[in-house]
């Protein structure tokens, strides 16, 4: 059971670090669903009409950083995004899995086994140690024109363009070198682990958005999360996973 005391307490006495990135591209995060502008997928603002990079995008790319450089560090990592694979049962232990039956991947207060990346992240047993805010463009937005990318669908199979499938992205300013500044927090329950990890991390991600591969969203981090490392931290991750 979650108790919103202990909640509150870690929250007072959490961590806060300040990040920014600096959008070397153009830059397409998309709002579905919205309407009266000209694009099929237009990008996404906040109330205030800023250009944003929402907190779940960030921090689901993270994860993905995260899990890559566990797994090559030869710890056992749950099967995100499945839900039913995210925190293993005890019934659901077997052969190939057995590696989780051991400290490291239980928590205190918490039935059933946890990687390490559910213990920073979450899964649906357990809440996330890590909030992420939204980065938000610091540029004013009445600064920034309306920009229309044209694209159109292929058929993967004849390689050929679809027809009647021509769409139209929005984007920001190509290289207008956009800066988007937010903040993450770390609760105090956070493993120490999570900081050496995280850092790794951000220092993988080099685009965000949609249409990565037609050269959108690439940045790089001009402010990264200061973190106090501690030397145990380093040991515990180089260990693989072995008790």
């Not at 579905?32 to 997928?41: E, F, N, Q």
């Not at 059933?112 to 559910?118: A, F, G, Q």
């Amino acid at each position: 059971m979650v108790s919103l005391r202990s909640l509150l307490n870690s929250t007072n006495t959490s961590e806060t670090h300040p990040i920014m990135a600096v959008i070397d591209t153009a830059l397409c995060v998309g709002a579905g669903g919205s309407s009266g502008v000209l694009a099929d997928k237009p990008i996404v603002r906040n109330a205030e009409g800023n250009l944003i990079i929402p907190a779940s995008q960030l921090k689901g790319r993270l994860r993905h950083e995260c899990e890559k450089i566990a797994r090559a560090l030869h710890w056992q990592i749950c099967e995100s995004p499945s839900a039913g694979k995210m925190a293993l049962r005890e019934s659901a232990i077997d052969a190939y899995t057995m590696q989780f039956k051991q400290q490291d991947y239980q928590v205190p207060g918490y039935p059933d086994y946890h990687c390490l990346i559910s213990q920073i992240f979450g899964d649906p047993i357990l809440p996330s140690r890590l909030i992420v805010e939204d980065l938000i463009c610091s540029e004013d937005p009445n600064n920034l024109p309306e920009v229309l990318r044209p694209g159109v669908s292929i058929n993967r199979r004849r390689r050929t363009a679809e027809e009647q499938k021509l769409y139209l992205l929005e984007t920001s300013p190509a290289h207008a070198q956009l800066h988007f500044a937010g903040q993450i927090q770390l609760l105090s329950d956070c493993p120490a682990y999570a900081k050496p990890l995280l850092l790794a991390g951000f220092q993988h991600i080099h685009a965000l958005g949609g249409s990565k591969s037609a050269g959108l969203g690439w940045l790089h981090w001009q402010v990264l999360p200061q973190f106090e490392i501690q030397a145990n931290a380093w040991e515990f991750l180089a260990k693989g996973g072995q008790p």
